[in-house]
């Protein structure tokens, strides 16, 4: 007879933008825990973020530039992608270009992203990149962070990336892309940052199904990044609570981060971290790590 799965009957509360939700949502149940969602934030292309990138999604004028045009994808040499939305706002955005960004020749044009984002780097997004597959080199870095994309991508001498990253709305930015930014620039390269989407405060209610859950306390919470927790603390604010009161009330609760980013930024913020996934290349890693936790338990 086969053992239960690690996290059976364990309630797992998570705040991942809608985005997200389904592919941490299945992990968990497969692991046997019931998933209670509570979003802080919600991420997604705006009428702004499409129109700024498609400022960049256009060919190079050889003849009668027009002033303060945007540079053309041209005039790039990579293009790196720190979040699974991003590149799915540039690739809805890529759906109207004409004629494809990229001429069919010039020197290797470099497309990278982080772990499993990089599920989405496929033909159909490169077919409409480019004419030429050959000319575009798909680069996932070993460790998926954006500091493992900085070194993937090795000396920039010179050369320009463009960095489609959030438009944070209603919340401090974390440092996280302007730390991405800086180190890009101290290894030669020069970044062209570019709102890709909206990251934006789930809302004054956001905290309140958490703080009135009926049932049994949550066995764990699960944050996915830094603005998350701090969507949830600003929502905490709002009805008069803050994260002391709630551990206090949910004792036991245990805290997960889906990687050494978003734990880092948890902290920063005030929320001890009691897990933190290592393989943080797919919500798998903070899975697997949450269910080592308690599989002692079965």
């Given at each position: 007879?086969?053992?239960?799965?690690?996290?059976?009957?364990?309630?797992?509360?998570?705040?991942?933008?809608?985005?997200?939700?389904?592919?941490?949502?299945?992990?968990l149940e497969l692991q046997g825990a019931s998933p209670l969602?509570?979003?802080?934030?919600?991420?997604?292309?705006?009428?702004?973020?499409?129109?700024?990138?498609?400022?960049?999604?256009?060919?190079?004028?050889?003849?009668?530039?027009?002033?303060?045009?945007?540079?053309?994808?041209?005039?790039?040499?990579?293009?790196?992608?720190?979040?699974?939305?991003?590149?799915?706002?540039?690739?809805?955005?890529?759906?109207?270009?004409?004629?494809?960004?990229?001429?069919?020749?010039?020197?290797?044009?470099?497309?990278?992203?982080?772990?499993?984002?990089?599920?989405?780097?496929?033909?159909?997004?490169?077919?409409?990149?480019?004419?030429?597959?050959?000319?575009?080199?798909?680069?996932?870095?070993?460790?998926?962070?954006?500091?493992?994309?900085?070194?993937?991508?090795?000396?920039?001498?010179?050369?320009?990336?463009?960095?489609?990253?959030?438009?944070?709305?209603?919340?401090?930015?974390?440092?996280?892309?302007?730390?991405?930014?800086?180190?890009?620039?101290?290894?030669?390269?020069?970044?062209?940052?570019?709102?890709?989407?909206?990251?934006?405060?789930?809302?004054?209610?956001?905290?309140?199904?958490?703080?009135?859950?009926?049932?049994?306390?949550?066995?764990?919470?699960?944050?996915?990044?830094?603005?998350?927790?701090?969507?949830?603390?600003?929502?905490l604010r709002v009805i008069g609570w803050d994260w002391t009161?709630?551990?206090?009330?949910?004792?036991?609760?245990?805290?997960?981060?889906?990687?050494?980013?978003?734990?880092?930024?948890?902290?920063?913020?005030?929320?001890?971290?009691?897990?933190?996934?290592?393989?943080?290349?797919?919500?798998?890693?903070?899975?697997?790590?949450?269910?080592?936790?308690?599989?002692?338990?079965?």
């Amino acid at each position: 007879m086969r053992p239960p799965p690690p996290l059976s009957d364990r309630r797992v509360a998570f705040t991942t933008p809608e985005a997200y939700a389904r592919r941490l949502r299945r992990l968990l149940e497969l692991q046997g825990a019931s998933p209670l969602w509570f979003p802080t934030v919600t991420t997604g292309p705006t009428p702004l973020t499409s129109a700024s990138l498609k400022r960049y999604l256009h060919r190079r004028r050889l003849q009668n530039p027009i002033p303060n045009e945007a540079l053309s994808l041209d005039s790039f040499s990579a293009l790196a992608f720190t979040s699974r939305t991003g590149i799915s706002a540039f690739s809805a955005a890529l759906s109207a270009a004409t004629p494809l960004p990229l001429s069919d020749k010039g020197e290797a044009f470099t497309v990278a992203a982080l772990g499993r984002d990089a599920e989405l780097l496929d033909q159909a997004f490169l077919s409409k990149l480019c004419g030429n597959p050959n000319r575009i080199r798909v680069l996932v870095p070993e460790v998926a962070s954006p500091g493992g994309l900085v070194d993937s991508l090795g000396p920039g001498l010179g050369r320009r990336v463009l960095c489609p990253v959030p438009l944070v709305v209603d919340l401090e930015e974390p440092p996280v892309v302007p730390d991405f930014l800086n180190d890009l620039e101290l290894s030669g390269w020069v970044p062209v940052r570019v709102p890709a989407y909206e990251t934006r405060w789930a809302g004054p209610g956001c905290a309140e199904g958490l703080v009135g859950l009926d049932g049994p306390a949550p066995d764990a919470v699960v944050f996915t990044s830094t603005a998350e927790v701090e969507g949830l603390l600003k929502g905490l604010r709002v009805i008069g609570w803050d994260w002391t009161a709630l551990k206090a009330r949910w004792q036991g609760m245990v805290t997960a981060a889906h990687g050494p980013v978003t734990a880092s930024g948890a902290e920063r913020l005030g929320v001890c971290v009691d897990i933190v996934g290592s393989r943080f290349g797919s919500f798998d890693g903070v899975v697997e790590a949450l269910a080592d936790e308690y599989a002692f338990f079965i």
